[in-house]
């Protein structure tokens, strides 16, 4: 499967900015879906993920509360809402897929998005 993350942008502390990941290559709804983020100088780490029939999602805590991911399977998108934004979500965010789990470990995911940036300013 091939992902394209777009969305990332400039945007204010408290603002609000939404991301998308369009897949193709593959049967979309066979796969989880997760979203990540890798600041400068620091190690990608987890955003938010979700399962295949929508039924499940997981966050990690600097995102719960603020940030929803959704999927529309029938348009082959992952979706991740992000509202009150502060500056240290600032990062790279990509998009990842895997056939297996609900995991919040980017070594359990198999393919990868380019990135989209993401700058909140104080």
């Known amino acids: 499967v091939q992902l394209q993350a777009s969305g990332g942008g400039l945007v204010q502390a408290g603002g609000s900015l939404r991301l998308s990941c369009a897949a193709s290559?593959?049967?979309?709804?066979?796969?989880?879906m997760g979203w990540f983020r890798q600041a400068p100088g620091k190690e990608r780490e987890f955003v938010a993920a979700?399962?295949?029939?929508?039924?499940?999602?997981r966050y990690a805590d600097s995102a719960k509360g603020r940030f929803t991911i959704s999927r529309t399977n029938a348009k082959n998108t992952v979706s991740l809402q992000m509202n009150s934004l502060k500056p240290e979500d600032t990062a790279v965010y990509y998009c990842?897929?895997?056939?297996?789990?609900?995991?919040?470990?980017?070594?359990?995911?198999?393919?990868w998005g380019q990135g989209t940036e993401v700058t909140v300013s104080s």
């Open positions: 990842a897929a895997n056939t297996k789990l609900l995991s919040s470990s980017s070594n359990n995911y198999e393919y």
């Open positions: 290559g593959s049967t979309f709804s066979n796969y989880i």
């Open positions: 979700i399962s295949w029939s929508v039924g499940s999602t």
